[in-house]
């Protein structure tokens, strides 16, 4: 249920001694997230002073490596942050998949002085990220994005419109692609220049505390240090930092639907209908035994894909692909029947089913729709020679 | 294996049945996308255990394998 609690500016005393990195992540959710998100999705507001304790706990800089403030987590220790905190909040969670596709993004391909300027405030959560990639007309292909990006002596000059960037109502630091004289191209944008507009984005379907922002930016100039990689090399780093935010937002399914087993199994154990549990009825049974299963299939999944990040195979890119594709799809069918299983109380406010349940769209459709997904995952099966692939297609070719 | 060898086999592994010669721009093909791109910078950073450097993330240094094979050479640390 949700909470008409305050949150409160800090609960610095309530954090536990040292302990394993998922039990402090659970911690930091379980005190610090999950029992206002409800409130995070009504105010459709993301209260710094989260923002904040998340940065006490070195959240921020998770992927970044200590050299630059970071805590050199592992992509599978990034995983369970994310897990965790998908299952307190989504919005919580698209801040952390924006921030670390940005500030690993700086990290990689990030010029010297870009580096230097920026990532130890990102590490510390001083500066937060956006990453600007949709347009108006321009979602799913993002190719045919029209925003442009000029070079004038030391500087580009940038000029277009990018709509539902998560984040984008507050960030600092904004991943922004643009059409350049070689090609699509990347640049890092600091939001507090002149030439950047954000315009908030309000009553969007679920994710209600992300803060969506349409980012216009018109005469932008940036130093041409702001270019990331080379000209021309948009497309590649868009697919290396989406790689990364599909990996967040799959781990962010996993918790959503963790959240889903969570209550239902509380409310079918405590809510009685024609004089028994209802969670005695079989098929009450079956959904719950449904949720399980997702809840393993995609954890297992998203740790694949962690493993092979870990490893640097490149093989991890379509396993992210089908990681997030079966989170997101489970995390819907789960969102789905916990609220079946509240009845009218799942339809109401006063449940966290409802949130989950709208949440858990815009993962469908968030860093790659089902759809663009079923797509490459399907062209595998007929250009992979990857083991698992070969193996359900009957043997190589 | 020469390293033209290693990045021709990668690339046949996902397809199988590309006709490909050292100099053939691979995203000229029609089936190669950005996608496969940054597969090709975590193969090449992985199996010949170099840092692409962010001035070298340039889609013209992966267009064919005598440019990847050319862009190892440069990364490639002295032993």
């Not at chain 1, 409800?38 to 050299?67: H, K, Q, T």
């Not at chain 1, 979602?139 to 004038?152: L, N």
């Not at chain 1, 996993?254 to 009685?272: F, K, N, P, W």
Request: charged content about 25%; some cysteine.
């Amino acid at each position: 249920m949700t909470s008409s609690r305050a949150h409160p500016e800090s609960v610095a005393d309530a954090r536990a001694a040292p302990e394993s990195a998922r039990t402090g992540f659970r911690s930091f959710v379980d005190q610090v997230v999950a029992p206002y998100a409800g409130e995070f999705d009504r105010r459709e507001e993301m209260p710094r002073s989260v923002l904040r304790e998340a940065a006490a706990r070195g959240y921020w800089g998770a992927a970044l490596p200590a050299s630059v403030g970071g805590a050199g987590m592992d992509m599978m220790t990034l995983g369970e942050l994310h897990e965790e905190i998908g299952r307190g909040c989504s919005s919580l969670r698209n801040f952390f998949t924006v921030h670390t596709m940005t500030s690993a993004t700086v990290h990689r391909w990030g010029s010297q002085e870009a580096r230097d300027r920026l990532l130890e405030g990102m590490a510390a959560g001083e500066l937060l990220g956006a990453f600007c990639l949709t347009e108006p007309e321009a979602g799913s292909d993002a190719a045919a994005g029209t925003a442009t990006a000029t070079r004038s002596g030391n500087c580009y000059r940038i000029n277009g419109t990018k709509r539902w960037i998560t984040a984008g109502e507050m960030a600092d630091v904004m991943l922004v692609f643009a059409n350049a004289e070689r090609g699509r191209s990347a640049f890092i944008v600091e939001a507090a220049g002149p030439g950047v507009e954000r315009i908030p984005i309000r009553g969007m379907l679920g994710c209600r505390a992300s803060m969506l922002a349409e980012v216009r930016f018109e005469d932008c100039r940036v130093p041409a240090s702001a270019l990331l990689g080379r000209e021309g090399a948009g497309g590649m780093i868009a697919t290396s930092a989406l790689d990364l935010g599909r990996y967040s937002v799959a781990a962010g399914c996993v918790g959503l639907i963790q959240a889903c087993l969570e209550a239902c199994v509380d409310y079918t154990s405590h809510r009685r209908q024609g004089g028994a549990m209802i969670k005695d009825h079989q098929l009450v049974r079956r959904m719950i035994s449904e949720m399980v299963a997702d809840l393993r299939a995609a954890r297992l999944l998203c740790r694949h894909a962690g493993e092979l990040k870990d490893s640097g195979d490149p093989a991890t890119i379509t396993a992210t692909w089908i990681a997030k594709y079966r989170a997101s799809v489970s995390a819907m069918r789960c969102a789905t029947d916990a609220v079946q299983l509240h009845g009218a109380n799942g339809c109401s406010d006063d449940f966290a089913v409802g949130r989950y349940f709208r949440d858990a769209k815009i993962m469908e459709i968030i860093e790659g729709s089902s759809e663009i997904q079923q797509l490459l995952i399907s062209d595998s099966a007929y250009h992979d020679n990857d083991p698992f692939t070969r193996e359900l297609v009957g043997g190589p070719r | 294996m020469n390293e033209r060898a290693e990045i021709r086999m990668f690339i046949r592994e996902r397809f199988p049945n590309a006709e490909l010669d050292d100099q053939q721009n691979i995203f000229a093909l029609g089936y190669v996308n950005s996608l496969f791109a940054m597969e090709l910078v975590l193969f090449i950073e992985k199996h010949f255990r170099i840092e692409i450097p962010n001035e070298e993330l340039d889609i013209a240094n992966f267009c064919t394998i005598d440019a990847m094979s050319e862009l190892v050479g440069r990364c490639a640390v002295p032993a």
